[in-house]
């Protein structure tokens, strides 16, 4: 979460003071829970002054002071913070069906047709629907594998473009960032919208997710967002969003037999609407719901996953040179790797599941709710609280990682340690019931992208500055600099 200060203080310190004069009227009832341990806190913002910007950080210092879990405010919404593997586990494993929820978030919600989607709908038979139709139709090993052509077409337009630069500087950020927006709108769609109007979509939820939302940390001061012009900004996105989706679902109603080589993700989701062979309506809004999703929860974080990667073998040249050496050994001279000889490349995954392990896209994966009361750690977590888990802060601890601040792919060869959501020290992907079901569909893209990078080409920076390494804010954590690379081809 990132939000303005300035702009929520000036809207809200006249309200905060009449409704604190209201609250001193109150007696405060004094709680006999064993709640987790809290930072001091302001009247009614909290602990939201103490946030900010990098929040897995901050999070990460309180758990030092106050424990692996705490209680803060965001206004007047309390949330559990959870900061060790032991934490992490009660919560994903031993309680999963208690915290199989989520909470409701007023701008995420509205951008994904209220809940019909699986990320953000809340956990009983809709959401089990559509995660099954997920997991089995949409992401499933065999559909991810049936969109490697897709995939392979598109590295070779990468590295055309690459070629292309002339051994100039160029954005490999960018580069990297269309490849996976690519790959995911064919995969999905059956095309590439020209004119970046999807792109554009995407950009500007992201914009809007990062306001500051009074519904979400005052929810009685909701009202507060239609006099900063959240609330219609959003609906205007909302819409503009559901007409896109409308003109896609028309286009592949009507598109005539034979159009398009194999099925995409929308032919899928019509078909099984045509079929009823799941025996649960899926209506068209659910459709949409679920598209959007590949799209909010798949591009940015696949390509920010594989942009810290390279960010972090620049900045590391024995690693870099270990994994061309991988990579000259399988390609044999041949002109690509291909997706078979990924199996025989141990150092690429390893390298990325390292650099998924010091740079986990959502560093606090995605909120959870319990539903009922429940003792976590031996304190009390009452009903209805909302949950969050610092993974980043997981990944980078000292009891149970060597040196957790280096970059060092080896920790994880001869190791069954994977983000698969079963190691609860490293859990980019989240776990449980309600962990990623699209592991695979980013992963390979990872791969293949990778491997051929440092397959085909020599890559060097601007002079000698080390690369800068500086996280963004936002949703999702990207590198704040983009990569301005030569790249050389390698003989
Ligand atoms: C490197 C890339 C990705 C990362 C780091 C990532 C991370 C996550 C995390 C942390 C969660 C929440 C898990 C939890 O609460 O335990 C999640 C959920 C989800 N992800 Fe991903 N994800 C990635 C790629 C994708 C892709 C490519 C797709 C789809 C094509 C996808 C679809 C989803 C969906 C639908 C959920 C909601 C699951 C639920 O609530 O039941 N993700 N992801």
Not at 33 to 49: D, E, M, V, W, Y
Not at 110 to 134: C, H, P, T, V
Not at 173 to 199: C, D, F, P, Q, W
Not at 212 to 223: G, H, N, R, T
Request: aromatic share 8%.
């Amino acid at each position: 979460m990132s939000f303005n200060l300035q702009v929520f203080l000036f809207y809200s310190l006249p309200i905060i003071f009449a409704l604190l004069v209201s609250k001193l009227n109150f007696s405060s009832k004094k709680s006999h829970k064993n709640l987790p341990p809290s930072p001091p806190r302001l009247p009614l913002i909290g602990n939201l002054h103490q946030l900010g910007a990098g929040i897995h950080r901050v999070l990460q210092s309180m758990a030092k002071t106050y424990g692996p879990l705490i209680l803060l405010h965001f206004g007047t919404v309390p949330v559990i913070v959870a900061s060790s593997v032991d934490a992490a586990r009660e919560i994903m494993k031993t309680h999963d069906i208690t915290f199989a929820n989520r909470p409701y978030l007023n701008t995420i919600s509205k951008l994904s047709y209220d809940g019909k989607d699986i990320a953000f709908s809340k956990y009983g038979e809709q959401w089990r629907q559509l995660k099954s139709i997920s997991v089995l139709h949409l992401l499933s090993n065999k559909r991810v594998q049936s969109y490697r052509k897709v995939r392979e077409e598109e590295v070779v337009s990468m590295i055309k473009k690459i070629q292309g630069t002339n051994e100039s500087i160029f954005n490999l950020s960018e580069l990297v960032a269309t490849l996976t927006h690519n790959v995911i709108s064919r995969a999905a769609l059956g095309k590439i919208y020209e004119g970046m109007e999807l792109k554009h979509l995407l950009d500007r939820t992201f914009d809007v997710l990062g306001r500051f939302c009074f519904a979400s940390v005052f929810p009685s001061l909701a009202w507060m967002d239609r006099f900063t012009g959240l609330e219609r900004e959003i609906e205007k996105l909302a819409k503009d969003i559901d007409e896109f989706y409308d003109v896609v679902i028309d286009e592949h109603v009507n598109k005539k037999e034979g159009d398009a080589e194999g099925q995409d993700l929308v032919d899928i989701l019509l078909e099984i609407q045509k079929d009823n062979s799941t025996g649960f309506h899926l209506e068209k809004k659910m459709i949409k719901a679920l598209i959007l999703e590949v799209f909010n929860g798949g591009t940015d974080t696949t390509s920010t996953s594989l942009d810290w990667a390279i960010g972090e073998l620049l900045q590391n040249p024995h690693t870099m040179k270990k994994l061309q050496q991988e990579a000259h050994t399988v390609g044999q001279g041949r002109e690509m790797i291909t997706e078979d000889d990924l199996d025989n490349m141990p150092y690429l995954k390893a390298v990325l599941k390292e650099a998924l392990r010091l740079h986990i896209p959502a560093p606090l994966l995605v909120p959870r709710e319990s539903t009922k009361d429940v003792k976590l750690l031996g304190y009390d977590i009452p009903s209805g609280s909302q949950v969050m888990i610092n993974a980043w802060a997981i990944a980078r601890d000292p009891l149970i990682w060597e040196e957790p601040e280096e970059f060092r792919p080896e920790r994880f060869l001869n190791t069954a340690t994977d983000y698969k959501g079963f190691h609860f020290e490293f859990i980019p992907f989240g776990a449980g019931r309600r962990g990623c079901p699209g592991i695979s569909f980013a992963m390979i893209i990872n791969e293949i992208v990778l491997a051929n990078l440092v397959y085909k080409f020599e890559f060097s920076l601007l002079g000698n500055e080390p690369i800068d390494m500086t996280e963004s804010d936002g949703l999702t954590v990207h590198r704040k600099f983009p990569i301005l690379v030569k790249a050389t081809p390698r003989e």
